[in-house]
């Protein structure tokens, strides 16, 4: 062992890889790193990601499509919060995340940044975005 690592985990049920596809898609230095997918016969669904790594802006990030279905989903209470180099970056990136999805908190100033806002995406993900 090299060292102690932590990484966020992200387990969705059918949709971690055009999920991945979008992420990486918003933010530069940002790339699928590895993804193996079910096979035939395989506890999961065929085609669907089995373990996968990301990175985004340098944060990596894992995921999985649990072949199991259970109970609970995403919860706000875990977000990804980004801070963005201009409010054009910004109102971009939160008019792709939140299409379909929800926002908690509208872009605004809060007193805290230039302007921010916490939406989540439409698997579910949570995104506080900020222009510190």
């Not at 944060?59 to 109970?71: E, F, L, N, W």
Request: proline residues 8%; negative net charge; glycine residues 10%.
């Amino acid at each position: 062992m090299t060292g102690t690592t932590i990484r966020p985990f992200l387990m969705f049920e059918g949709n971690a890889e055009e999920a991945m596809n979008l992420y990486v898609s918003l933010f530069p230095g940002s790339r699928i790193d590895s993804m193996n997918k079910y096979g035939p016969g395989e506890p999961g669904p065929e085609g669907t990601v089995q373990l996968a790594s990301f990175t985004l802006a340098g944060q990596t990030v894992m995921c999985i499509d649990s072949p199991a279905k259970h109970a609970f989903t995403f919860t706000p209470s875990f977000s990804f919060f980004v801070d963005l180099p201009s409010l054009e970056e910004l109102e971009r990136i939160a008019a792709i995340l939140g299409k379909d999805g929800a926002v908690m908190m509208p872009l605004d100033n809060y007193g805290f940044s230039q302007r921010f806002t916490w939406l989540s995406d439409r698997y579910g993900i949570s995104w506080q975005l900020n222009l510190p």
